[in-house]
């Protein structure tokens, strides 16, 4: 059994150099949110492109602008529709907020500190200089390095590519996740209850969590607790990125999947981690370079060890930089009550985060932690973390948490 920071450094130092991270494609932005870039982007626009107004006023020379100066109005300049000519000594244009200033105008007198009559306009506030003008390039220049090659596009990315003349970007691929279940005693979600049977929530949630992972991810189907159902699923998921498996992950005699994957000339690389829930996750590879990762069965496991192990898996396959730590992940709140002592395994627990009216950001357990529960991990928005041997804490404690 290995320390959990050793287990994750392992998953992403096999991840990294493979899979789909060296393959990319080009995508419109409006289809880009979320993947990783695959390469240097630079602006092929300067923004602005000239010099434009901040505010709607009168674009002046500052000179003309002295407490009571009264200007002739010579014509306007739109957003798009510039003004072609120059303004001269003692006159004025009408501009619009992200209209081009035009030549000879160094000032933009704001409508509040101005009044018009006609085609004049009068200074009836004191100027204290040059100013409203953002100046070309003032956000950057053709040429600029906007976005580097192992960056998220997010919103704010995305919209700055586009405002640099970009309608597409090259992005690392996908990572192409296969998502298998184990156990006997599983039935479709919506079938018939049976007695001896329960619903199979891996299939549903580790889907959605991969996906969310910025995987291309699907669920596979199931297999009973046999070795030839078993060996014939992950026939089924060799040739993916990575193959992930709930269930049979522990040593139990209907426990087949690793003797499986190890018929097949898989390679464990990590079996069993010091981290409660989730002590037998395991991670390998197979002859193909497929990788796999072994969940355990109960969901509150399985959703706590996807969260520590696929999301990284997905990431560094998808070109994204690993995190030099989980610590560089976590946060820290008040808890809301006594904690007792941890034992030798890290711990991850399911709870919430409340924000009382005095700014203080607070956090409590959901219910018992139970690795079979759903409900205290649907009622959580963080996972409270306990040190492996964490002694007692009570209620006040600043403790870590990772945020859901």
Avoid at 131 to 138: F, P
């Amino acid at each position: 059994m290995i320390a959990l920071e050793e287990a994750r450094r392992l998953l992403a130092a096999n991840c990294q150099p493979l899979g789909q991270s060296m393959s990319s494609e080009p995508v419109s932005l409006a289809d880009a949110a979320g993947r990783i870039c695959a390469s240097d982007i630079a602006a092929m626009v300067s923004v602005p492109p000239a010099d434009l107004s901040a505010m709607d006023g009168y674009a002046v020379r500052r000179a003309d602008c002295a407490m009571g100066s009264r200007l002739q109005i010579v014509g306007e300049s739109r957003a798009g529709t510039p003004f072609p000519g120059r303004i001269r000594a003692g006159e004025a244009t009408l501009v619009s907020t992200g209209a081009h200033i035009p030549r000879g105008a160094d000032h933009v007198l704001i409508l509040e500190d101005a009044s018009r009559s006609d085609s004049t306009v009068v200074t009836k506030q004191e100027q204290s200089g040059t100013g409203h003008i953002r100046r070309a390039g003032i956000d950057f220049a053709r040429g600029d390095a906007l976005v580097k090659a192992g960056e998220r596009l997010t919103a704010a990315r995305l919209a700055l590519l586009a405002a640099a003349g970009h309608g597409t970007a090259s992005v690392f691929k996908k990572p192409r996740v296969a998502i298998l279940t184990n156990g006997d005693e599983l039935l479709d979600p919506g079938s018939e209850p049976g007695n001896t049977s329960i619903y199979d929530s891996n299939s549903v949630a580790l889907a959605a969590q991969f996906t969310a992972f910025g995987a291309d991810a699907s669920w596979i189907g199931r297999a009973g607790d046999s070795a030839d159902e078993v060996a014939d699923m992950l026939a089924r998921g060799d040739g993916s990125d990575l193959l992930v498996i709930a269930g049979g992950a522990s040593v139990g005699p209907h426990d087949l999947v690793k003797a499986a994957f190890g018929a097949l000339g898989g390679e464990i690389l990590f079996s069993k981690v010091a981290v409660r829930p989730g002590k037998p996750v395991w991670f390998g590879r197979l002859p193909s370079g497929t990788f796999v990762l072994g969940l355990p069965g109960n969901p509150a496991s399985s959703y706590v060890t996807a969260l520590l192990f696929g999301k990284l898996a997905v990431e560094t396959l998808a070109g994204l930089a690993p995190p030099a730590s989980l610590e560089h992940a976590l946060r820290h709140a008040a808890v809301s009550h006594d904690l007792e002592a941890n034992g030798p395994r890290e711990t991850f627990q399911r709870a919430a985060l409340t924000h009382g009216t005095d700014g203080a950001t607070r956090i409590a357990l959901t219910g018992a932690q139970d690795s079979s529960l759903l409900r205290p991990l649907a009622a959580a928005n963080a996972l409270l973390f306990r040190k492996a041997n964490a002694p007692a804490a009570g209620a006040g404690a600043i403790v870590p948490y990772l945020p859901l």
